[in-house]
């Protein structure tokens, strides 16, 4: 829409888009610009991530088979390591896997049957109370379920 | 009831013998003594029948023990005698059973009452008053003692009567007064109640009754045994007449304060002479990482003297038998050490085991320079370059400085990361696997195997590299970021200096069309 | 269908025309102090920003004491643009208090309450606490460390007024202690309470600018002053300022991300130097300040006593100076203002530099 107009300094515009509308293309292009500049990480935002939770609560430890009796598994728990256990009755236990001594990571023993931490030979047993060696006090204990084939642990 | 007889027929009992004591049983109203095999006390009420034939010496009637024997059932050094006891009151002679006892409580009340209830100590009572501070120590220590806690005192160890108001009567040794022991009869002094399982299960039933027998293995015990005056006896250790429980932290035998009573002898050096040993254990043993866990970070179950060369029975581990006592704590390193090919090495060349690489007192947090082919290492101390053992040490050294070097850089770069604001704390959470293998590495070279230590180093590099490349990918998202945020400011700006045209604009317009 | 044929269509049944002719009425006073007439638009714009922002991080957020931190931590680690979000919330609730503290203090010098003024007056000192409430509950949500002793130590000077002091803390606390209840109710507080309590008196404050037309300084009171319109020429040049003011956010977040700081830990000490906000700063140095005993009576109690009283007189500024007439009054009023800016100021660089 070409229209002939006297601006301010008394030039005659000639067919084509006015100052005017340029400037107003202009403002409103670079208003959607802006906008879409807000609205892009808005809706990125809210589109669900790849992990859809954060893992501080409840993780999901092991595979119900990768846990046969009599052994132990070490799993992530949030930012601590945890310890997965099996007991020769098929019980499934999880405890935090921190040694409360000074803070090495605990292992299963399948030999004495017990939670052993190999840095000053800590000993807990499947309850997770500390029975021998230095660490003094018991390990945190933590819930778990199964969900179909996975087992879950839950911080109580 | 039997008790409560006993005043009575104190020292009248014609069963009593020398080794036997007497028992006062009821038979109806009357009173009868028998005979009893001899407890090991001699004050307490229950040995009531004895008392000491005046001038005898106690320590003659011991039998010199040998060591490693079993202890024989040992004499009682009281005897039986004429009793002359001046607490003995005259009463008149009755036939009636009923009156006999009747009057039978009344001195027995007099005698039982110092022995029972612990009010009337004449002992403490004068020796408190005395000004030689030797003499009134004791009465004045004995306020903390854990003995006069369970209801003890002066005469449950060194006999005599506590109800004497005077010196000589308190110290009879009809009363059976011992007197102060030798210090080579100590350990037997304390041992004539510590060693009796039956009496110590009555005071407290979890404590060990073979500190005597432990002591006589002991180095000190043996150079006691030979007359040396010089050695640790009982008391040196434990102290006397302020004797505290050894979980109480006053205790001069609590665990943070092991080290400073042992230190009393052997850190002198003129108290060691002539024993062919250091003294400067205690020095070097300040300077150890389990001194510092002990002192500073206070944990208990770090090690002192006692831990590794044993309470009573004190004596440095033999030399193929340091590795399991430093293998009580130190497990997995004792393990690895006994299956590798140093073990028969060491123990041929009679190198202490554990010792030798890391000391016995001065033990410091080991460094990985120890390890290795280079100037400063322990390892080319034996292996020279051609031997399997030098290039295994150089094989492990170099793999523990690989992953190292691998964990530093990705630490670096994630807290650069994180200083330039990126949220980096679960990379940093994962990177401590790395830092466990390096841990873990650092046990497995005492295998003397590289392709151990290999099994857990390469995992740890990898996880070393992941941890890197998390650093990289938070530094890439932060110039992703300031690049985003350079385009958005583009068109920010942009947008606003175009609207300010457009107000320009509006104006422009509005003053044409008003003039 | 083109715009024209969708505005009549609006037109008919919202009364839209109507309306933009009073919109078109509106019109801006241009004086020597004309400038200060954009930090009300603003303060608006960055609460628009904070509720929008706030929604959307209310759709990861996860109020309680053992979820808080880790969605916070989700939200800048896992959610695309969340640590932009995030950053944006946070300086923006900063700005929003800085704003809203010029807009008052250029409301208070230019005697902007004046009748009829004098409810909206009222209205904006409402919002100047509700904000301050926003700002003090919101602290808390991410349950880290520095939040919780902050807000430990907030509703314990709250506690300390005297009678009412200890129901208060229980009510604010929920409980005796901070704890989880405590979040949870700042919580409720925070995307709730505060809301609707602010768009109420938000609704109140614009209307009766709007009734009542943009004020005069007392000089230019019966002069006649230049005038120019609000649509379209002010509102541009608010929306320049809002523009600029997005630019600042965004620039903020990428270069200055707010912190995550660690988990808030209920047995641990709090942590040495801990200081509360900006905006809380001039109080909290005050407090420091005064003796333990001032003429009898427990020096804390009175210094919030003292700030409680002069919280109340902010609310009854238009009912003491009244009119324009009284210039002694004014000069007081002045000068009154002037000492508490200063002293506010001062204060509250004292607290950062020591």
């Known amino acids: ?111 004495k049957k017990q939670i052993w931490c190999a840095c000053h030979n800590g000993q807990y047993n499947l309850n997770g109370k500390n029975i021998g060696g230095p660490p003094p006090r018991p390990l945190e204990e933590f819930k778990v379920n199964t969900r179909g084939d996975d087992i879950v642990v839950t911080r109580t | 009831m039997k008790l409560l007889a006993s005043g009575l027929q104190l020292n009248r009992c014609p069963a009593a013998s020398r080794s036997m004591g007497v028992r006062f049983r009821a038979n109806g109203f009357a009173v009868r003594c028998e005979a009893v095999a001899l407890p090991r006390r001699y004050d307490h009420p229950i040995f009531a029948g004895y008392a000491l034939r005046a001038g005898s010496a106690p320590s003659t009637a011991r039998p010199k023990a040998t060591p490693g024997a079993e ?131 009555r005071f407290n039933p979890s404590l060990r009754v073979d500190q005597e027998r432990e002591y006589y293995t002991s180095v000190h015990g043996m150079r006691l045994k030979e007359g040396d005056q010089r050695p640790a006896t009982c008391i040196s250790c434990h102290s006397v007449h302020g004797i505290r429980a050894v979980n109480d932290p006053l205790s001069s035998v609590y665990p943070l304060n092991v080290a400073d009573t042992c230190a009393k002898c052997h850190a002198s050096a ?77 123990d041929q060349r009679e190198l202490g085991e554990c010792v030798t690489c890391h000391s016995n007192h001065a033990i410091a947090a080991p460094s990985d320079q120890l390890l290795g082919t280079s100037q400063g290492s322990l390892c080319i101390n034996c292996h020279s370059p051609s031997d399997k053992g030098f290039v295994a040490a150089g094989q492990m050294r170099s793999m523990i400085d690989q992953l190292i070097a691998s964990i530093d850089s990705s630490s670096q770069i994630l807290t650069r990361a994180e200083r ?26 005492h295998s003397s195997s590289a392709d151990e230590v290999s099994k857990v180093v390469v995992p740890g590099l990898q996880v070393a590299e992941k941890g890197y490349q998390s650093g990289v990918g938070a530094l890439a998202e932060r110039t992703f970021r300031r690049k985003g945020l350079l385009v958005s400011l583009v068109f920010i700006l942009f947008l606003a200096m175009v609207v300010y045209l457009k107000i320009r604009q509006i104006e422009r317009k509005a003053t044409t069309a008003s003039t | 269908m083109s715009i024209q044929s969708i505005t009549a269509w609006l037109d008919e049944r919202l009364a839209l025309s109507a309306l933009a002719k009073i919109a078109e009425k509106k019109e801006v006073p241009l004086h020597r102090h004309s400038i200060w007439y954009y930090f009300g638009g603003m303060t608006l714009f960055l609460f628009a920003v904070q509720v929008v922002t706030g929604i959307l991080l209310l759709l990861y957020y996860r109020p309680s004491a053992e979820n808080a931190f880790e969605s916070v931590q989700f939200i800048v680690t896992e ?55 926003f700002g003090f509950s919101g602290y ?52 709730a309470v505060l809301p609707a309590t602010a768009t109420v008196f938000i609704a109140i404050h614009v209307l009766l600018v709007q009734l009542h037309g943009m004020s005069v300084p007392p000089k230019l009171i019966g002069q ?67 003796p333990a005993k001032v003429l009898g009576f427990d ?36 000068i009154v203002g002037v000492v508490a800016l200063l002293y506010m100021i001062t204060m509250t660089v004292v607290g950062y530099l020591t």
């Not at chain 2, 001046?86 to 005698?111: C, D, E, G, Q, Y």
């Open chain 3, 224 to 290: 006649p002053v230049k005038k120019m319109k609000f649509i379209p020429n002010f509102l541009l040049r608010d929306l320049i300022g809002w523009i600029l003011a997005i630019g600042v956010l965004a620039a903020l977040a990428a270069l200055s991300p707010w912190e995550l700081g660690e988990k808030a830990d209920a047995f641990a000490p709090a942590p040495a130097g801990i200081k509360p906000e900006w905006y809380f700063l001039f109080m909290f140095e005050t407090l420091k300040r005064i």
């Open chain 2, 420 to 445: 330039a604001g990126m949220e980096v704390s679960r990379p940093k959470f994962e990177l401590k696997g790395a830092t466990d293998a390096l841990t873990h590495a650092r046990v497995l070279i």
């Open chain 3, 299 to 334: 020096g804390e109690v009175l210094g919030i006593m003292t700030f409680n009283f002069v919280a109340v007189l902010l609310f009854l500024v238009p009912f003491i100076d009244r009119s324009p007439e009284n210039r002694r009054r004014r000069l007081i009023f002045n």
């Open chain 2, 270 to 346: 003129d108290y060691m002479r002539g024993f062919n040993i250091p003294s400067d254990q205690f020095a070097n043993f300040k300077t150890s990482v389990h001194a510092k866990a002990l002192y500073e970070k206070q944990d208990l179950s770090a090690p002192t003297c006692n831990d590794c060369h044993g309470n009573h029975g004190a004596a440095p581990p033999g030399i193929t038998s340091v590795a399991n006592v430093c293998g009580q704590c130190h497990a997995r390193q004792a393990e690895l050490f006994q299956k590798s090919p140093h073990k028969a090495a060491f």
């Open chain 3, 79 to 133: 959610v695309q643009f969340g640590w932009l979000i995030r950053s944006i919330h946070s300086w923006s609730a900063n700005l929003m208090i800085l704003t809203l503290f010029i807009h008052m203090f250029s409301v208070f010098f230019l005697r902007a309450y004046y009748p009829p003024r004098e409810i909206t007056w009222v209205s904006g000192a409402a919002l100047l606490i509700i904000c301050i409430c």
């Open chain 3, 140 to 191: 808390l949500l991410p349950w880290n460390k520095l939040a919780f002793s902050a807000t430990k130590v907030g509703t314990e000077i709250a506690g300390v007024v005297p009678i009412v002091g200890r129901p208060i803390l229980r009510f604010l606390r929920g409980g005796d202690e901070v704890t989880g209840a405590t979040l949870t109710r700042f919580f409720g507080f925070h995307v």
């Open chain 1, 1 to 111: 829409m070409s229209r002939e107009q006297i601006d301010a300094t008394g030039n005659t515009t000639a067919a084509g888009p006015t100052r005017r509308t340029f400037l107003d293309w202009l403002v409103g292009g670079s208003a959607l610009a802006t906008l879409g500049a807000i609205v892009y990480p808005i809706l990125k935002f809210m589109t669900p991530p790849r992990i859809v939770e954060s893992t501080e609560s409840s993780v999901v430890a092991a595979k119900i088979a990768e846990v046969p009796k009599n052994s132990g598994k070490i799993f992530k728990f949030g930012n601590k390591p945890g310890i997965l256990v099996r007991t020769d009755a098929g019980e499934l236990k999880a405890f935090s896997a921190t040694c409360t001594h000074l803070d090495c990571i605990v292992q299963y023993s399948s030999e």
């Open chain 2, 71 to 201: 202890p024989k059932t040992k004499e009682p050094r009281l005897r039986r005698g004429k009793a002359t006891a001046s607490h003995r009151t005259a009463k008149p002679h009755s036939n009636s059973p009923l009156v006999k006892f009747a009057l039978a409580m009344i001195p027995l009340l007099l005698v039982s009452m110092p022995a029972i209830a612990q009010q009337k100590s004449s002992c403490i009572e004068c020796h408190q008053r005395l000004e030689d501070p030797k003499l009134s120590a004791p009465a004045k220590l004995f306020d903390n003692d854990i003995h006069r806690a369970r209801n003890l005192s002066c005469n449950d160890c060194h006999g005599g009567d506590p109800t004497a108001s005077t010196k000589e009567g308190a110290k009879d040794p009809r009363k059976g007064y011992l007197g102060r022991p030798r210090t080579l009869d100590i350990p037997a002094y304390c041992g004539k109640c510590h060693s009796d399982a039956n009496l110590m299960k």
